[in-house]
């Protein structure tokens, strides 16, 4: 038998695209001889639809999607992700499902018994958990079919559920297994993701197809990776990462297995490529082709810029650079040193007046008050209001440039320089930030050294320095990391030697600045806990603040 | 038996204080000779946690003031709600419980078995569903004690689980059932749940001492509204509605039942009183007294600006009036009438100086380009940044006068009108602002006649007004109403009689405007479905868009 397993991008709602490409697909795996083509979880809706699976009108599209599917199903099998409705009142209207499409109809329908709830995932928001365990033969195999989590309870210390589907599916003599997936993108999932696999090939001794999404959806990026494991636990293939891919495999080849064919996995290249399909596919999905940027000379808007360039091309990035009384000659210069790097139009527009009309307007009323974070943000809010005028004005989509440390601690203004769009950089701390521009220059000065070696400031004030009013970034981003990430409370990140009032101090930073997140674009989320979706945090609470 | 109901205002994360409310309603419950006293759920951590649930220190927390309350428990029993540590490995890590404290220790736990994860509830995020159905005697008297969802199977068509605890629980032969529960406040839930608090009443026959949270959580409204029913199904006592309240009851006298004694359920005031409530506690939770608000001489702020002073006091409470080149006069007459029925503080501050320095900095880059809606941000921009100065520079909270169709159909400018700290009426349409607004000025014109007569406008260029570019509200409404309350789609919209076009036209704006809806303050909830944590739309999609 040969199995076809199509690595694709989904656009979510967008029914009559996404079964085109599976129909494309299907006509590609037949020309490959395969017998069997296998698709993601959720793929004629995209992952994840969200509350739009609670409107009728959208789960008919998608039974469409499947009844056209099933046509194409002729002399191949199909195995497709699709929402299938509960027939029973009891429970949840709808079933994470995987049909088995062939002959031209639906053979059979498969649900999935775990649901993510948790992090980014909403799962039994939607759907009821299965409980029957089917296998199904196709010329003479066995196939054990689950979907994304089902496989996800073995190799944890902790494992979320009490059932095991693959247990519950062995009895049967299975012979193969397939997972069809919708697993999102952290730098370090793709390694997780193979250690589970194996868990799972390891303890039931079965060749493995595993089909994940790539492509950006808002905030989730989805890395593909797709994998093939041969019954010893060696990984036959793995599919490339962030691009689409249809490949066939003959099952005898992988149950011999013998080969290891694993990509590596490198961090910064990993965000680095992460990020530019994120913007690419946000753009590109909401109908968009230009971005505009305020460019102020520091690393984190050189930064963006540098991606947004690669995702778009250099003819769709705009800068403005917008000095202020405060800022210093030399961000001026290596704003503009970067924009000629990177050949895209910048435009240098001085805020001093507008920002003098405010002052002037507010004199009245705020006489001899001493000058405060309110002239501060209101500098970073001109330059907002600027951008936001050219980007109604030219068809701009604005992208924010607030990395995480300061998204996390509040270092930032709102309506200023936390306007935007899409935040590109809201889940990449501030000392990533600075590996990823010194990869990035690994072989040219594509960001100026002097940008990435001068000390970080707002420049809102005189000589103002971020070290003025934060810890130092390596001391910020670990205390950072064990809170958001780990979920250490703080006397768990005191006893790891960091500092009483330090880190009490920056806990409630974090906490008591969740009303500026409330409000931020969504953030393409790199990481294993992003601001967005995945943190669901109370705006009024008093606790560590 | 007498037993009390405390249905009291938690602050999330805050249990010292909430624990203390606790112990001073176990006094008042001895003081009123009760034999136990039952708390509603969650209340050591106040409800919803949110993610703060995850971590470990907040969970010990918890489980501290539970030893404090056990000590109080010393002659009368009590229940409340707390998370409580799953023992076993596997599942998640916590349940939703019910304590039972007596004689000064823990006697024994209930699990919530039926955990809402739907609207603005992500119980089974972090919860583990209990299969245990215990029930318990005090002093000679069986109780069964669930956990609000655990009642609400009963009376609905389409019941989300496959379960029903009471069920589970009657083989026992309960005497007596307890709910404990955090039920959000809808203007139409009062209703509902005295429905299905009575199908429960009216299936076991027996009382039913249910016990609510009131107060405000973010976007969440409590209203309270406790219920005693007697064993043939008539409403013993209900509590008042968003204030705190501690009453005992003697169990016979529930048992012999015949009163009915239920407030009226008048919509206006309701929302009127839910919305007071709702600002009143955003403030005093985090911490701030003053609140600032834009007048522009409409409805919408208007009715914010009455709930504010309502809410805070017109001490409290001021407003700019920002007239552009394209106000009328009668605008800033009809706001300034407003502010000194209201005596509160108010500023007239044209801003034609602030708008003229952008367009004089824009000019080189707009060229000849006509005014569009570029420039009508710009202004409603302009406005956002004054009042964010004065919020920041005198420690004000800018409250957002948006109403729920502007934000459905993005009616609004981002970083302009659509700044705030909270949503004050965004989830009221704009039929049911005009309808409050009457309301209130039942006795007294409150608010000028004029600003509710008056066709509704932006005034962002010359004679502009709402229906030039949206439906009328009274058609407008009913379609948003069927699709995001009702989740209808095109077909059943237009099935209803509604114009076709105008159907798509509005879904469309509803879908394409969601990165608008991602960016705003928390909306204090009034109805079933609100735009914030209960309603989860990707940005990135391609549907009825």
Redesign the interface.
């Known amino acids: 038998m040969r199995i076809c397993i199509a690595q694709l991008d989904y ?4 029914f009559e ?1 996404n079964t085109q490409k599976m129909l494309d697909a299907i006509q590609v795996a037949k020309d490959q001889k395969a017998d069997l083509v296998c698709f993601s979880e959720l793929a004629t809706c ?1 992952y ?5 699976l ?5 789960i008919r599209r998608s039974d469409d999607s499947i009844a056209r599917l099933a046509t194409a199903a002729d002399t191949i099998g199909v195995v497709v992700g699709a929402p299938a409705v509960n027939p029973v ?5 709808l079933y994470n499902a995987a049909y088995f499409l062939y002959e031209g109809k639906i053979q059979q329908v498969f649900r999935k018994a775990l649901l993510p ?2 992090d980014v995932f ?1 799962e ?2 939607y759907f009821e958990p299965g409980n029957a365990f089917l296998s199904f033969d196709f010329k003479g195999i066995r196939l054990a079919i689950t979907i994304c989590e089902d496989l996800w309870n073995l190799g944890n ?6 059932i095991c589907p693959m247990d519950e599916l062995m009895p049967a003599k299975p012979e193969v297994m397939i997972n069809i997936s919708a697993s999102p993108f952290a730098w370090d999932h793709a390694e997780e993701r193979i250690h589970v696999l194996k868990a799972n090939v390891e303890r039931y001794h079965l060749p493995l197809f595993y089909v994940n999404h790539c492509g ?3 905030e989730l990026l989805f890395d593909g990776g797709s994998l093939i494991f041969s019954p010893n636990g060696l990984v036959h293939d793995e599919f490339p990462y962030f691009m689409e891919a249809i490949r066939t495999y003959d099952l005898n080849d992988v149950i011999q297995g013998g080969s290891q064919r694993e990509q590596p996995k490198e961090k910064n290249r990993l965000i680095h490529d992460a990020l530019v399909m994120g913007i690419g ?2 753009f590109r ?2 109908g968009f082709k230009k971005a505009i940027l305020g460019l102020s000379g520091g690393i984190d808007s050189a930064l963006s810029t540098v991606l947004a360039v690669r995702a778009l091309g250099a003819e769709n990035v705009r800068v403005l650079l917008m000095p202020s009384p405060f800022s210093s000659q030399h961000s001026v210069e290596d704003a503009r040193a970067l924009a000629e790097n990177l050949g895209i139009q910048y ?1 240098i ?1 001085p ?1 001093g ?2 920002y ?3 002052l ?3 004199q009245p ?2 006489g001899d ?1 001493p000058f ?3 002239e501060e ?2 500098q970073a ?2 330059r ?3 951008l ?3 980007s ?2 030219f068809g701009h989509i604005l992208l924010n440039t607030t990395n995480k440390s300061e998204m996390a601690v509040g270092y930032g203004t ?2 200023g320089d936390l ?1 935007g ?1 899409l935040s590109v950089i809201g889940d990449v701390y501030k000392t990533e930030v600075f590996d990823l521009c010194r990869w990035i220059n690994a072989e040219d000065e594509i960001i100026p050294w002097n940008t990435i070696r001068k000390p970080p400031s707002a420049e809102l004030r005189p000589n103002q320095k971020d070290s003025d009013s934060l810890p130092e970034y390596d001391v910020l981003d670990p205390i950072l990391y064990q809170y958001i990430e780990k ?6 990140i005191i006893a790891q030697g960091y500092d009483n009032a330090t880190v009490l101090r920056i806990l409630r930073l974090v906490n008591i600045n969740e ?1 500026k997140r ?5 953030v393409l989320r790199v990481s294993a806990k992003a601001f967005g ?1 995945g ?11």
């Open positions: 656009h979510i709602g967008h695209q995209g994840p639809p969200r509350d739009f609670e409107f009728n009108d959208f009142v009891e429970g949840k209207d709830t948790y909403d039994y928001r210390e902790n494992p979320l559920y009490t950006a959806q808002t596919d946000y999905k909401l435009d527009i805020i007046n507008i003098q009309s405010y002037d307007v507010l009323y705020f008050l405060n974070v309110t943000n209101l809010r001109n907002g209001m600027l936001m005028a050219f109604n004005k709102l309506y306007c769009g979920r250490q409370g703080p006397q768990e009303f409330h409000q931020t674009a969504p979706m943190r669901r945090m109370p705006i009024v609470a008093k606790y560590l603040s």
